[in-house]
């Protein structure tokens, strides 16, 4: 029977989320805001900022649980991103224009406390591709501990991993394209043939490189998914957003073919590199 998580490691897990909350409110107090970059009201504050201790307290659980280093190291990076620059650097000017907020700037500090779900995805990601080599990789330290529903290799086991982190994605995509208007009725994208090839999409997107992980251990798609991700998502909180997740969206397909090419092709590399140390030396 797996033990259950030390009182201790729980605790310092809380212990990170809170700090990470302390340091975001404060640096949200010294910004001079209009409005809250937690929001508006008790609520949004409140779903922010249990977003943020879970942002930060659940890569240190994995870290003191099962030895991973990559979701603390995958949520320092997004930190140093984010609040760095908004801790150093010039705060964003707002000034009023036709009853508008006009701002000079970029926020981010908004851009961390409102996209956690897209920072805590990603580095759980990484993570999840982290194990994965460090338990097939004997040249590398094992985990501390293993975790049984994700070593097997079986079809069903794949296909519930698939499913989980599919359905994360598919959650992820919704909040942030609702972030910027994309669900509004006179919005194209809310069209229900649209929705229709969407959503569907998002969790196939995810999901295939997700299986490909659990059944066959291929590294390689999870860590390009999980990476292009980010960076749609860090393209969608710049002051001036593309159509960046729009097209993510909508050219799924091209997407879930370019994981199953780079999971070939990590294949392909594989069974060469086999080959070739399966050579006998020349003398």
Excluded: K
């Excluded at 409102?114 to 591709?129: E, H, K, R």
């Excluded at 975790?147 to 069903?156: E, G, H, I, N």
């Amino acid at each position: 029977m797996p033990s259950h998580p030390r009182p201790r490691t729980v605790a310092v897990a809380l212990l990170a989320g809170v700090v990470n909350l302390a340091v975001s409110a404060s640096l949200d107090r010294s910004q001079g805001y209009p409005v809250s970059a937690f929001g508006s009201g008790p609520v949004e504050w409140l779903g922010f900022g249990l977003g943020l201790v879970v942002l930060a307290g659940l890569p240190v659980f994995l870290l003191l649980r099962y030895g991973l280093v990559s979701p603390p190291a995958a949520t320092l990076v997004v930190a140093w991103t984010f609040l760095v620059p908004a801790a150093t650097g010039p705060p964003p000017e707002f000034s009023e224009l036709g009853g508008h907020t006009v701002v000079a700037g970029t926020l981010h500090l908004r851009n961390y406390v409102q996209g956690w779900y897209c920072w805590l995805l990603t580095a759980t990601l990484a993570g999840l591709v982290e194990y994965a080599v460090r338990t097939d990789l004997a040249r590398l330290p094992s985990v501390r501990r293993r975790v049984p529903a994700l070593d097997r290799r079986d079809r069903a086991t794949a296909l519930r991993v698939a499913a989980v982190v599919g359905v994360a994605h598919l959650a992820a995509v919704v909040a942030l394209a609702a972030e910027y208007g994309y669900f509004a009725p006179d919005s194209s994208f809310a069209r229900p043939l649209v929705l229709a090839w969407t959503l569907p999409g998002a969790v196939v997107l995810a999901a295939t490189p997700a299986y490909l992980l659990a059944r066959w251990r291929l590294l390689a798609p999870l860590a390009a998914f999980a990476y292009y991700f980010y960076r749609v998502a860090v393209v969608m909180f710049l002051p001036m957003p593309d159509d960046s997740l729009p097209v993510y969206l909508i050219g799924w397909p091209a997407f879930v073919g370019a994981a199953l090419a780079v999971g070939g092709l990590e294949l392909l590399v594989r069974r060469l590199a086999g080959r070739f140390r399966g050579r006998p030396q020349s003398t």
